[in-house]
């Protein structure tokens, strides 16, 4: 029946329509770990040279790795409301067995079948209450504390692991930069410079001071930068010593950076 309805669809010249030709198409389970975990190489927009993206396949096993301690930890979360409902349950149901009769009702009856009968219901809540204490006690330690322990070991076998991974990747990422620049069009050479600036700025590590470079350069220093130079003198003494230092090592994050190009490419800055 599937071979008539196929036979029967409209195709181009040279398009098979068999079943056999359908099912040779290669499927998911043909396909291998290895062959699509890291990327395939795609040209460079530049020079046509093969880019290879090393970090993608680590950042899906990252998040999928991730994912599987965020779902331990919804399932921590569900057993201890479990064990707490049956504390709870555990606690109102012994509170209910320990009920007094009333003077006029039960406690007045000589022991009839009915009394005998609620007495019975009592001891049965008693015992029932018992059973849901003993319940969450097996699954807090039977269950809860092993799998917190658990978790808590993956999630930082996960972490330490990943930034050992993130450690030999940077390292092929250098090596890959170095022979770029090695064999490429662009070969920069390092230059060293001597720090001769001496200002309210003496925190800084490197570089030269701009009325020097363009001194040697025979160049003038723009108007812009030297108004901007001008402003952080005046400004550097009212900042106290341990943040200044921070100025010169810590990292600024690049939307800071662009952010702040953005507000002076647009006179917003200037303007204040």
């Not at 190489?41 to 096993?61: F, I, Q, W």
């Not at 001194?215 to 901007?228: E, G, L, T, Y």
Request: net charge negative; glycine share 6%.
């Amino acid at each position: 029946m599937a071979a008539a309805v196929l036979a029967d669809v409209p195709r181009t010249p040279g398009t098979p329509g068999t079943i056999n030709s359908l099912m040779s198409r290669p499927s998911a389970a043909s396909l291998q770990f290895e062959d699509n975990f890291w990327s395939s190489g795609d040209a460079d927009a530049a020079d046509g040279t093969p880019v290879y993206d090393y970090r993608t396949g680590l950042n899906v096993m990252y998040e999928k790795m991730q994912q599987g301690c965020v779902e331990c930890d919804e399932i921590l979360q569900f057993l201890r409301q479990r064990v707490s409902i049956e504390e709870l349950y555990s606690s109102k149901l012994s509170e209910l067995s320990t009920l007094k009769m009333n003077a006029k009702g039960f406690d007045r009856d000589d022991g009839a079948s009915l009394r005998r009968t609620f007495e019975s219901v009592k001891t049965e809540s008693e015992q029932l209450g018992r059973c849901h204490q003993q319940l969450g006690n097996n699954i807090s330690e039977m269950v809860l504390h092993p799998l917190s322990r658990f978790t808590e070991d993956h999630r930082k076998r996960v972490r330490g692991g990943m930034e050992e991974l993130d450690q030999t990747i940077k390292q092929f990422e250098k090596q890959y930069f170095v022979e770029q620049y090695r064999t490429g069009p662009f070969c920069p050479r390092p230059v060293l410079y001597e720090n001769f600036y001496h200002s309210p700025a003496t925190d800084q590590i490197f570089g030269v001071p701009i009325e020097e470079q363009a001194r040697v350069a025979q160049s003038k220093v723009p108007p812009f930068v030297a108004k901007c130079l001008s402003m952080v003198d005046k400004q550097m003494d009212m900042i106290p010593a341990e943040v200044r230092q921070q100025m010169w090592i810590s990292p600024l994050q690049l939307p800071v950076i662009h952010g702040l190009r953005y507000s002076v490419n647009n006179g917003a800055w200037l303007e204040k």
